[in-house]
């Protein structure tokens, strides 16, 4: 079973991105689909070990950067976790520290 943590990102703050990153250690891969940061966010995210795919979501629509999203994953994910920025969790248990 491969475990892939991901989420949308726009914007955020390095140390958001280090905390999720921390929080996501125990995956097997991590992926942020990016509707807009700067470079160096996504450099940040990158050096971190985080697949980072850059897309246009113009006009914003989240339903649309969801989709996206889901279709980037990688096709042998199985669970998929969505972990949101805002929902960072302790880590540490494979699936049960996200929360």
């Given at each position: 079973?491969?475990?892939?943590?991901?989420?949308?990102?726009?914007?955020?703050?390095?140390?958001?991105?280090?905390?999720?990153?921390?929080?996501?250690?125990?995956?097997?891969?991590?992926?942020?689909?990016?509707?807009?940061?700067s470079p160096e966010q996504?450099?940040?995210?990158?050096?971190?070990?985080?697949?980072?795919?850059?897309?246009?979501?113009?006009?914003?629509?989240?339903?649309?950067?969801?989709?996206?999203?889901?279709?980037?994953?990688?096709?042998?994910?199985?669970?998929?976790?969505?972990?949101?920025?805002?929902?960072?969790?302790?880590?540490?248990?494979?699936?049960?520290?996200?929360?």
């Open positions: 079973m491969k475990v892939v943590v991901s989420s949308i990102m726009l914007d955020e703050p390095l140390e958001f991105i280090e905390r999720w990153a921390k929080s996501a250690l125990d995956a097997d891969e991590m992926v942020l689909v990016d509707t807009g940061s996504i450099g940040f995210a990158r050096h971190l070990g985080i697949t980072v795919h850059e897309i246009a979501v113009r006009p914003w629509r989240f339903d649309v950067a969801r989709n996206t999203a889901l279709a980037l994953l990688p096709a042998d994910a199985d669970p998929e976790l969505d972990a949101a920025f805002g929902e960072i969790g302790c880590g540490g248990d494979r699936l049960g520290g996200v929360g």
